[in-house]
T-cell receptor, first 109, second 113 residues
Framework: GQNIDQPTEMTATEGAIVQINCTYQ??????LFWYQQHAGEAPTFLSY??LDGLEEKGRFSSFLSRSKGYSYLLLKELQMKDSASYLC??????????WGAGTKLIIKP | DADVTQTPRNRITKTGKRIMLECSQT?????MYWYRQDPGLGLRLIYY???????NKGEISDGYSVSRQAQAKFSLSLESAIPNQTALYFC????????????FGPGTRLTVL
């Protein structure tokens, strides 16, 4: 079967750095997305990785290792507005998105 | 104006009632999706459509049906609602097959009593 694992919840301090991990086992791989979702709102796109390595975009970076079936999202200089759920999604061999259950990130002052 | 809109935004109904959730998009995308989201379970795909004449079941299609009235419109129906269909429903669109970045509507919160 297809499976994506993320921690259910993480807590971090304002101004700090947090890393949210995602491991996956899917039938094929055609890319990995990270989305941000504030409570009760729609998911919004953060990043896309298809090749191994680090993609940096401002305070957010995303890393991929295809051989390990592993990705992480790195958030720097945390702000209170970063309190949200972060969803990992993998495009399988049919280019369908397989979604993880999401990681709820709580930021404390 | 929002690119992907959903109506209604909130709905409370009773067991056995027929419900229709509507989705419209102005992004010009051919691909449209319906998901439900339950706490702790993430997004689960109900139905998807790659064009007006192409409708496909997702992983949890039982109890649901869809209609793709036009490129821009994709409706989800619950023929006879039951309480375990209480959830947050999202419509999404994407442009191409090989880069499936999806754009989401604001969601419909459905409660079935």
């Amino acid at each position: 079967g297809q499976n994506i694992d993320q921690p259910t919840e993480m807590t971090a301090t304002e101004g700090a750095i947090v890393q949210i991990n995602c491991t996956y086992q899917t039938s094929g791989f055609n890319g990995l997305f990270w989305y941000q979702q504030h409570a009760g709102e729609a998911p919004t796109f953060l990043s896309y990785n298809v090749l191994d390595g680090l993609e940096e975009k401002g305070r957010f970076s995303s890393f991929l290792s295809r051989s390990k079936g592993y990705s992480y999202l790195l958030l720097k200089e945390l702000q209170m507005k970063d309190s949200a759920s972060y969803l990992c999604a993998v495009m399988d061999s049919n280019y369908q998105l397989i979604w993880g259950a999401g990681t709820k990130l709580i930021i404390k002052p | 104006d929002a690119d992907v809109t959903q109506t209604p935004r909130n709905r409370i109904t009773k067991t056995g009632k027929r419900i229709m959730l509507e989705c419209s998009q102005t992004k010009g995308h051919d691909r449209m999706y319906w998901y439900r989201q339950d706490p702790g379970l993430g997004l689960r795909l109900i139905y998807y459509s790659f064009d007006v004449k192409d409708i496909n079941k997702g992983e949890i299609s039982d109890g649901y049906s869809v209609s793709r009235q036009a490129q821009a419109k994709f409706s989800l129906s619950l023929e006879s609602a039951i309480p375990n269909q209480t959830a947050l429903y999202f419509c999404a669109t994407s442009a191409t097959a090989d880069y499936n970045e999806q754009f989401f509507g604001p969601g419909t919160r459905l409660t079935v009593l």
